[in-house]
């Protein structure tokens, strides 16, 4: 499916897409991810320090953020990609925390920003790409180009 | 559960568990996974390739083996390390590639390696564990402690 993977749909007028930087602490990256999940008080030494522990990782660790016309933060999303053995020591992207702002929903781009990752995972030669979602956004992600794979399975601590 | 974390399953006499390392290439390692799924035909040099990156990033990969008495490989299994923005800069463990060599079914090897596993990612202060799996598999993961979450989405490329 080259053209689903090459052809990325357009941002909003105004909008770009780039890496996370330590920078993006003060154009509103956590209230984005409050919008998905418990996110807790992060002081901005503590978000450094996460995304100095992705730099140390290049190539396991890529977050995008999707920002606006006045460069605030609107949507993040994160592909881990793990090296196995399995699949001819083969590739997995796995999609974590996308989280789109509130206020910015109907702009597809939580889409836009998967459709981002995928091709970043693809050009690391991933052989596929997985997320675990609630049942309830399953609709939203096969809409996305994704299809029900299995199931999740949680221990916490 | 402290005690669920900190006791673990004795395993079968004679039997270990250890780090992966490069040597298990002859140890039959792969065989044992490809009870599981595709592997392909993996030369010495590309197995020691892997081990080599797993081995650049320690926080992040931790692969376990299981030998017998011939100090043959009977069962293998990963937990990969994320670190995240979200619960407060947390740590999520993501079980990978769990795999017992068909003739060694039926002692416990599989939810042995997986309490392992678990604990790996306890003392790394995940707060949690997951992993994804076959429908099929459910009540397998179960015995093992870990109860359902979601649905796993995919793109395969």
Redesign the interface.
């Known amino acids: ?1 080259p053209s689903f ?1 090459d052809e990325l749909p357009p941002l909003p007028d105004g909008y770009h897409i780039r890496k996370i930087c330590s920078d993006d602490y003060g154009r509103g ?2 209230e984005v ?1 409050k919008a ?7 002081t901005n030494k ?2 450094e ?2 995304i100095e ?2 730099a140390r ?1 290049p190539e ?2 890529h977050t995008l953020v999707i920002l606006d016309l006045s460069e605030t933060v609107v949507a993040i999303g994160s592909v ?1 990609v ?8 083969g590739k997995v992207g ?1 999609i ?2 996308i989280a789109v702002r509130p206020n910015q929903q109907g702009k597809k781009l939580g889409c836009t920003l998967i459709r981002h990752l ?1 091709k970043i ?2 050009s690391l030669d ?10 309830a956004n ?1 609709m939203f ?2 809409k996305c ?13």
Request: net charge negative; with cysteine; proline share 2%.
């Open positions: 499916m993977i990256a956590l991810l998905l999940t418990t996110v807790g008080e992060i503590e978000f320090h996460t522990t992705w990782h396991i660790y881990i793990e090296s196995k053995l399995i699949h001819h020591c796995h974590e925390d995928i995972a693809g991933c052989y596929k790409v997985i997320l675990d979602c609630d049942p399953e992600y096969a180009g994704l299809s029900k794979a299995g199931t999740e399975m949680q221990f916490r601590f």
